[in-house]
């Protein structure tokens, strides 16, 4: 057994597809099938069952994946402190779903070069759940995710809490409402990110008749599966239709859009931040969330031991 192939497991079933997890692994597909092969052979297990059409990860290849996960992250660490002691300049991989990274990044990453100008970040955007396994693999340091999320070895803080607001475009009805609910939009063209992305997942969690929406079947709704909330914008303020984007989303002058205020109290996010128990660079962890505390985007409300305070509009 060696770190190689308990790397290839675990690539192998976060990818579910052999040739995805070879090029991941900067690999040719019969090496790591050889190598996942022989692990199973040398442990007496079968970790993964192969099917014609998918690959299925077995009760106790669940285990070893596991544990393999929690191997490699110890051995990221090792990595981290030994190069903190031959190097002046540390280097922080972070993390950001794409519907944060945009709105708060360059709200914090200046302050944090002032605040800790030895520390190179290294950033990186990506959906939820990839996010979460290369933080559990050591991969990633800390990330920035929204509510619900947990995960062995998992630490959370939350940092602030937002509203949904309605985006519409300029001279649309809905402008003169002070607020909107549902029932206002039930015949709009109504767009949404697409599949994976977990604020699609929090408006449909607020708003679930729109799952019934015939606007989300649409073939326009469909072609914007792999766009991002940007793209959607410009959508609306040509006229394609109308949005719901987080608030920290609708604080740019805009020529073409309009926001308006949800009628629903929990059509809301809750941003947090999150780091491995075990990781090690304690003092990088406290000036990271200090930051992140002190930054102020306008409409979010700064959480903090259960308490909050509002930022200045």
């Known amino acids: 057994m060696n770190l190689n192939e308990l790397k290839y497991c675990v690539e192998l079933a976060k990818e579910k597809h052999f040739r995805k997890a070879a090029e991941k692994c900067f690999v040719s597909q019969p ?143 809905l402008i003169k409402s002070a607020q909107v609910d549902l029932t206002d939009i039930e015949n709009e063209t109504i767009l949404l990110l697409g599949s994976g992305h977990c604020f699609r997942d929090q408006v449909l969690k607020a708003y679930p008749k729109l799952l019934d929406h015939k606007a989300l079947h649409s073939p326009l709704q469909k072609s914007l599966e792999g766009s991002s909330l940007e793209t959607i914008r410009y959508m609306v303020g040509s006229g394609a239709g109308i949005t719901i984007l987080p608030c920290s989303a609708c604080q740019n002058q805009d020529k073409l859009l309009d926001y308006i205020p949800l009628a629903d109290a929990g059509a809301k996010r809750t941003v947090v931040m999150a780091w491995r128990r075990s990781f090690s660079q304690l003092q990088t962890l406290e000036i990271f969330q200090k930051t992140l505390l002190s930054v102020k985007i306008p409409c979010t409300r700064l959480l903090k031991s259960g308490s909050d305070r509002d930022n200045p509009k």
Not at 67 to 88: D, H, R
Not at 89 to 106: A, S
Not at 123 to 134: A, C, R
Not at 136 to 148: A, F, M, R, Y
């Open 31 to 173: 090496t790591l099938s050889i190598a996942i092969k022989k692990l199973e052979t040398e442990l007496g297990v079968v970790i993964f069952e192969r099917q014609k059409n998918d690959i299925l990860i077995t009760p106790i290849g669940k285990e070893v994946i596991d544990i393999a996960k929690s191997v490699l992250s110890k051995i990221e660490t090792i990595k981290q402190i030994t190069k903190q002691k031959t190097s002046t300049i540390k280097e922080l991989k972070i993390g950001v779903i794409y519907t944060i990274g945009p709105y708060l990044l360059p709200h914090f990453i200046s302050e944090f070069h002032q605040r800790a100008g030895n520390i190179r970040l290294l950033i990186e955007e990506n959906y939820t759940h990839i996010l979460q396994q290369k933080l559990e693999t050591g991969e990633l340091d800390i990330i920035i995710v929204s509510l619900p999320f947990e995960g062995d070895n998992i630490q959370t803080l939350p940092i602030y809490e937002e509203d949904f607001q309605l985006a519409v475009p300029k001279g649309h009805r």
